[in-house]
């Protein structure tokens, strides 16, 4: 089964804070992504990758930046924490067969206070 | 850039009841469906998937989907809920041309009373 990690459930930051969640799968996959989760929003993508040191802007790249060193490991980036990132964040992963039907398998969420 | 839109965003109903939740998608080409549940506390699970072939799709636990090209609609089923089917539903879209990406509608939170 896939597992697909997040460091941290529950996170409280101070504005202007850098700010770093850190997700990890166990499963080799290609693809991975980072949204944030709002009430009647759904969830947004903020940005993804289909492989090490590769990364596409999502709907809501502004403010965060990713960094993918390592297969497995995807991080997301707040370079200076605001009130209104406060939210849940998800991250995902999929495989990239060169189809674009691979489900998504996701974590736990953070869900991230920006006092 | 595509767009899914669920209408219902809180739905509640008694135990046994039918459950129809709406997903209407805005992009004209091919595409792939899938329904995700998240029940409180947990991560997203996949309740359900179209690709190609039946437009009536079967998942986890009861559900169905109806995948209507000419309407643009993926409606989620189920013909009598229970309580632990309380949860919050995501319809997403993924375009073939948008790589892996997926689109999500807004969501809609189920209330299953018993």
């Known amino acids: 089964d896939v597992k697909v990690t997040q460091s941290s459930r529950y996170l409280v930051k101070r504005t202007g804070e850098k700010v770093f969640l850190e997700c990890v799968q166990d499963m080799d996959h290609e693809n991975m992504f980072w949204y944030r989760q709002d009430p009647g929003l759904g969830l947004r993508l903020i940005y993804f990758?289909?492989?090490?040191?590769?990364?596409e802007k999502g709907d809501i790249p502004e403010g965060y930046s990713v960094s993918r060193e390592k297969k497995e490991r995807f991080s997301l980036i707040l370079e200076s924490a605001s009130t209104n990132q406060t939210s849940m964040y998800l991250c995902?992963?999929?495989?990239?067969?060169?189809?674009?039907?691979?489900?998504?398998?996701f974590g736990d969420g953070t869900r991230l206070s920006i006092l | 850039a595509q767009s899914v839109s669920q209408h219902n965003h809180h739905v509640i109903l008694s135990e046994a009841a039918s459950l129809e939740l709406g997903c209407n998608y805005s992009y004209g080409g091919t595409v792939n469906l899938f329904w995700y549940v998240q029940y409180p506390g947990q991560h997203l699970q996949l309740l359900l998937k179209?690709?190609?072939?039946?437009?009536l799709v079967k998942g986890i636990k009861g559900f169905e989907a109806e995948f209507i090209k000419s309407k643009f609609s993926f409606n989620l089923r189920k013909p009598s809920v229970q309580w632990s089917d309380t949860a919050e539903y995501f319809c997403a879209v993924n375009a073939h041309n948008a790589g892996n990406m997926l689109t999500f509608g807004g969501g809609t939170r189920l209330m299953v009373k018993p």
């Open positions: 179209y690709f190609s072939g039946d437009p």
């Open positions: 990758s289909y492989d090490v040191k590769m990364k």
């Open positions: 995902a992963s999929s495989l990239n067969q060169g189809y674009s039907n691979q489900p998504q398998h």
